[in-house]
């Protein structure tokens, strides 16, 4: 996706208002960045110049008399690696400019600690964080995470990404400690399942141990999944779930639900500062194509002109909100006084069904923009449903509407068709 079309498309939010920042000033902690410079560091076709081997030295000394003096705009924030489409092979370069981080006193800035930095939420995360001036530390062992997801970061003063399994200890001073390691998707989460349970337990025994020390503010990421398969619609915090405890889900359901158990264990013995977020199905650019969920799963097949694949009948309902929108959540959540668990999720309620008839409009729409030609419209296959796969899954959010201020901003249509220019633009440019 050009510059040009980014700055082209209006985001509008759920009142119909345009986006032009994330984030808001609460709790005495300013998150607000623009949109525009957080797109440039996600929207990945911006990263990548296509030029045949014949114009590599061309292009190179444009590149340093571009970076000789300082451009304006999002596109002067990242390192032009250059796309040989003739011999499929890419060339990384190290000259780039990091996009402009507030410059903060020493006493507004905090230390912060992400482990699983690299993936999904937590790269989402650590570009907020750091375009806030913050100092911020990625722990991560790579099993879902990748280092592209930060690598635009490396070399700045303000970033460290560090190699490490949270199931080890590790020892660090920091001010705030996201929780977010483990991976969370079925494939995934089934591969290894002891893995995935020592990964909550001890993962976050450790990590909490670590807040102990330090006297750092610890959040962790769990789940909607520790409401099960639910008997409550919408699902409250107070709800205590409906779990099958020795299905295939169980290593990450119940994994969560002792990682929660452990928390409050620390905040009630040792007076650890601890936050819960009951993260619902989430949304959006770097998701992992692969992974297994819904929205990646219809995105790629819709774009690669396959067939979409709808488990069961299709009239199981889940309920999507976009990364921005958990970003603002999180970071809301950790500078709050709410230290009971939160849902963060949004209310707007789909079939399966119809959420795949959405998708593939548009799909549609952002292909015809693009002017390109379908051969045949994609077609909507049904087959049969995963074991324990949620029924439903809906957040009662009023906790976060009272306590944090917090609702949803971006529509599901405004969303999804940021995170389908993302792939399309990701199938293009030969990285997936």
Not at 68 to 85: A, D, M
């Amino acid at each position: 996706m050009s510059s040009s079309s980014v700055k082209d498309t209006q985001t509008l939010d759920k009142n119909g208002q345009e986006i032009k920042s994330v984030g808001f000033q609460r709790f005495g902690f300013d998150c607000e960045v623009a949109l525009d410079i957080l797109r440039s560091l996600y929207l990945r076709s911006h990263y990548v110049v296509s030029a045949p081997a014949s114009q590599v030295q061309e292009l190179d000394a444009k590149e340093e008399e571009g970076h000789g003096y300082l451009t304006q705009g999002p596109n002067s924030y990242q390192s032009k690696s250059i796309f040989h489409p003739d011999t499929q092979s890419i060339s990384y370069t190290t000259l780039s400019r990091f996009a402009p981080v507030k410059l903060l006193p020493a006493s507004s800035r905090k230390r912060v600690l992400v482990t699983g930095g690299a993936g999904f939420v937590g790269s989402h995360l650590v570009d907020r964080l750091m375009l806030l001036g913050h100092e911020v530390t990625v722990l991560d062992n790579f099993f879902t995470g990748s280092k592209t997801t930060v690598s635009h970061w490396v070399g700045h003063p303000n970033f460290e990404l560090v190699r490490h399994d949270v199931v080890e200890p590790f020892m660090i001073e920091c001010d705030q400690i996201y929780h977010l390691a483990c991976p969370a998707s079925p494939p995934h989460y089934q591969f290894n399942a002891v893995k995935t349970i020592k990964t909550s337990f001890i993962g976050t025994l450790n990590m909490l141990g670590l807040a102990k020390r330090t006297k750092a503010r610890f959040l962790i990421s769990s789940t909607s999944e520790v409401y099960g398969d639910p008997e409550v619609h919408p699902q409250p915090e107070d709800y205590w779930g409906h779990v099958n405890p020795i299905g295939p889900r169980a290593c990450y359901d119940e994994g969560k639900r002792v990682a929660e158990t452990l928390t409050y264990g620390f905040h009630h013995q040792d007076g650890v500062d601890v936050r819960v977020a009951r993260i619902f199905n989430t949304y959006g650019p770097r998701m992992n194509p692969h992974d297994g969920r819904v929205v990646s799963n219809f995105i790629v097949q819709a774009l690669r002109g396959e067939d979409m694949t709808v488990y069961g009948d299709g009239k199981q309902t889940r309920s999507f909100q976009y990364i921005h929108d958990l970003i603002d959540g999180l970071i809301a959540l950790m500078n709050s006084d709410e230290s009971r668990p939160v849902n963060i999720g949004n209310g707007d309620e789909f079939t399966i069904g119809e959420f795949a008839e959405l998708v593939r409009e548009i799909v549609e729409k952002v292909q015809k923009e693009d002017g390109i030609k379908l051969e045949r419209r994609v077609q909507i296959v049904y087959k049969p449903i995963p074991t324990d796969d949620p029924q439903k899954r809906r957040p009662d959010t009023t906790r976060a509407k009272n306590s944090l201020g917090w609702q949803p901003r971006w529509s599901v249509r405004m969303g999804l068709e940021e995170m389908v220019r993302y792939y399309k633009a990701q199938i293009s440019e030969g990285s997936m």
